[in-house]
């Protein structure tokens, strides 16, 4: 338990609370590949991040 504690007291580091709070805020997840894959699986629905806009035009 004492483990524990420590750990809790030690926080998140900003960059990954920057990370949390980002996909938080667009409905996104943060991990592995493989988890994000399995969680859209199970969900129906695609969650992966994007960019932003439309993707660009195939040429023929």
Same mark, same amino acid.
């Given at each position: ?9 030690? !926080? ?14 667009? !409905?996104?997840?943060? !991990? ?20 932003? !806009? ?7």
């Amino acid at each position: 338990m004492r483990r524990y504690a420590r750990f809790v007291e030690q !926080g998140v580091p900003e960059q990954e609370l920057s990370l949390m709070r980002e996909a938080l805020q667009r !409905g996104q997840l943060t !991990g592995s590949q493989r988890f994000v894959d399995e969680v859209e699986q199970i969900i129906g629905c695609r969650v992966e991040r994007r960019r932003p !806009g439309r993707p660009p035009a195939r040429q023929a």
